[in-house]
Nanobody
């Protein structure tokens, strides 16, 4: 079992930055691939970023060059640094974890956080 708790969301102006954190507990964190999904009102859930156990990252085209995902296995935490935020980044962001990377990118990850709201507005 893995418990995931996100933090760091909030209201920010366009062009601003936020850093989301996701603290994991309950299992050996380094065994898990991690990811961030987001869901805006009226839209489908979208995979934003992933990081493998070996710390390889991947991003959806809409956030490439603006978002950076990282992990600190010593702290059992992953981060999503979001820069140059746009109104279209407004969504609830969810941290996910799974031992299998294919399950994580398929949206069927075993573990999901409760979500944190990010609102980009002037």
């Amino acid at each position: 079992q893995v418990q995931l708790v996100e933090s760091g969301g909030g209201l920010v102006q366009p062009g601003g930055s936020l850093r989301l954190s996701c603290a994991a507990s309950g299992s050996i964190f380094s065994f898990y691939a991690m990811g961030w999904y987001r869901q805006a009102p009226g839209k489908q859930r979208e995979l934003v970023a992933t990081i493998t156990r070996s710390k390889m990252t991947n991003y959806v085209d809409a956030v490439k060059g603006r978002f950076t995902m990282s992990r600190d296995n010593a702290k059992n935490t992953v981060y999503l640094q979001m820069n140059s935020l746009k109104p279209e980044d407004t969504a609830v962001y969810y941290c996910v974890a799974d031992r299998r990377f294919d399950e994580l990118i398929a949206g069927t990850a075993d573990y999901w956080g409760q979500g944190t709201q990010v609102t980009v507005s002037s």
